[in-house]
């Protein structure tokens, strides 16, 4: 799934709930505001301690039964289940590998509720794994995109490529110049009205 310029799966960029709408997240996305291991210590309750501690302090203190960090870890994992959800629904995976950013050290305390959720809101869910590459997964992955990206080299695919990497600083108008004729074909040999 690729999407017209190939941005499709961008999961960050789910707007969880509604109250959420009006605000903007600029290049983030509101899924990853809130879902990210780094909005960890967001999710602490209002003037608590853990607000201003790293992610890997409140996973340990989660991990010792201390219940405001296992709460907070609870509420971040409702999120991060959303996202799972809505990837799930729309593209059925078979698994879904949590890793990298501090997922692997969590796992084993998250696998269970997001499992249930899973369970609870897709007709056929994914599996859950655990990465076996560590916090390294998010590099490996970019590697193996990445060279996936160059080992197509041919024609139109290039120019597209090298457009979604530029596509996020050019607007609609000047990112469809170069596709009028897919554009044309598609339309049965009618121009496209965009110039």
Request: with cysteine; glycine share 10%; proline share 6%.
């Amino acid at each position: 799934m690729r999407g017209v310029a190939e941005a499709a799966g961008e999961a960050a960029f789910i707007v969880p709930v509604p109250e959420l709408l009006d605000r903007s997240f600029g290049g983030t996305g509101a899924l990853e505001t809130f879902a990210a291991m780094p909005a960890l210590p967001t999710h602490a309750p209002e003037g608590s301690a853990l607000k201003t501690v790293s992610p890997a302090e409140i996973i340990a203190a989660a991990r010792l039964g201390e219940n405001e960090a296992t709460a907070t870890l609870q509420t971040w994992t409702r999120y991060v289940a959303i996202g799972l959800i809505a990837i799930g629904a729309i593209c059925n995976p078979e698994m879904i590998v949590i890793g990298g950013g501090g997922g692997v050290g969590v796992y084993e305390m998250i696998q269970e509720p997001l499992s249930r959720y899973l369970n609870s809101h897709l007709p056929l869910p994914s599996r859950l794994a655990c990465a076996d590459l560590g916090d390294e997964a998010a590099l490996w992955g970019s590697l193996v995109s990445g060279s996936w990206d160059c080992s197509d080299l041919s024609g139109l695919k290039i120019e597209r490529r090298w457009q979604r990497a530029s596509s996020f600083t050019r607007t609609p108008e000047t990112y469809h110049k170069p596709r009028c004729t897919d554009c044309a074909r598609a339309a049965g040999g009618k121009l496209c009205s965009r110039k």
